[in-house]
């Protein structure tokens, strides 16, 4: 993932709400959201060169989301893949903190990383960099290649746009609408993180549309005070245009 946006607590009918890009090259072979076979209890899309994932939510309301931390200074090329550590916070019968204390223990192993996962009953981040994981209060966050809130431009509008489009819930298109902004903020607001400045301009719309990197799908995520859970999952081609959607809906 390389944006994601949470309402914890917030909204007095969904107490959970996350609206996530997925940015990721082309040419990575990707699932779309299902109920992997091997892991029935598991819904999420799936990366099908690593069998790992960037977002999941179980049957029981375990969610976890995975975004990348941006600086090139900080690479493994032979780190195992991030994506295994969405799986085992999913797979994790601990509570949070516990979750946290886990992947302070693991994630030396690991590229830098941000992970946000949530037992339905406390949202928790855990960021590799400073080697911090702590439980968050109730609040809007957003969550993108840096720290969590961290002000760069389509994190502070699309947590602003996100603070307007709870009002619309249940109806989910100004969810979709955000994560589809394509604004491209000028080179004075541009973070600098160690790439080109090319890249820096093309990754800083929260919808990417590129030749060979971009936003291959997008995902709201809601959770009702009822226990009714709403998986929503857009794909993407490389243009830009619709590439599939696909729908869950289930009680906890």
């Known amino acids: 993932m390389c944006l994601i946006l949470t309402a914890w607590q917030v909204h007095p009918d969904y107490p959970i709400v996350i609206a996530a890009n997925r940015d990721e090259f082309h040419q990575r072979p990707t699932a779309a959201a299902s109920w ?61 903190a516990d979750r946290l204390a886990q992947l302070s223990r693991v994630s030396p192993r690991y590229a830098p990383f941000n992970l946000l996962c949530t037992d339905g009953r406390q949202l928790g981040v855990y960021e590799s960099v400073p080697a911090v994981g702590r439980v968050l209060d109730p609040g809007i966050y957003g969550l993108s290649n840096h720290l969590l809130d961290t002000p760069w431009p389509k994190v502070e509008r699309a947590k602003s746009s996100l603070s307007t489009a709870l009002r619309s819930l249940p109806d989910e ?52 005070i009822d226990g009714h859970a709403s998986f929503r999952e857009w794909s993407w081609n490389a243009d830009g245009s619709p590439g599939g959607e696909v729908r869950y809906e289930f009680k906890l």
């Not at 589809?180 to 607001?189: K, L, Q, S």
């Not at 093309?202 to 030749?211: E, T």
């Open 36 to 96: 992997w076979p091997d892991r029935p209890h598991i819904l999420a899309g799936r990366d099908l060169q690593a069998r790992g994932t960037w977002l999941g939510i179980t049957a029981d309301g375990q969610i976890a989301a995975l975004t990348n931390f941006r600086d090139p200074n900080q690479l493994k090329p032979a780190a195992p893949s991030r994506g295994r550590l969405v799986v085992e916070m999913l797979e994790a019968r601990v509570n949070v």
């Open 173 to 224: 298109t100004a969810l979709l609408e955000l994560l589809r902004d394509d604004r491209v903020p000028g080179d004075h607001e541009l973070p600098r993180t160690g790439v080109s400045l090319e890249w820096e301009r093309l990754l800083s719309s929260a919808f990417i549309v590129g030749a060979a990197y971009g936003t291959r799908s997008s995902t709201v995520i809601r959770i009702g």
